[in-house]
């Protein structure tokens, strides 16, 4: 009776699994060159304006990034050098224990 169930749920099982393992359909993305329709001159002005800020606010991003960045390099070149003296200070080490 218990190996009957496993013999069915088994098989059912496996079916399930290889059944949610299916590729999801591929999703079709528009190309960014693609040809926009004509606008009017109204709605030119009010985008490029909109472009304008947005790109002034991407760079002002970015500058804070750039600084963060900057702020992490100067941590690890600190962290650099204390790795490089306790290693100098090891290696002083091991010779002095090598002598005595």
């Known amino acids: 009776m218990m190996r009957t169930k496993i013999l069915f749920l088994f098989p ?4 399930v699994v290889v059944a949610s393992a299916q590729s999801p359909a591929p999703i079709i993305v528009q190309p960014a060159n693609a040809p926009v329709a004509a606008t009017s001159t109204s709605t030119k002005a009010v985008a490029a304006g909109a472009d304008a800020q947005s790109i002034s606010g991407a760079i002002k991003a970015l ?9 992490i390099l100067g941590k690890q070149q600190a962290a650099l050098q204390k790795l490089d003296e306790l290693q100098g200070a090891a290696d002083q080490l091991r ?6």
């Open 12 to 15: 059912l099982i496996i079916a």
């Open 63 to 71: 500058e804070q990034i750039k600084a963060g960045n900057a702020e």
């Open 95 to 100: 010779i002095l224990a090598k002598r005595g």
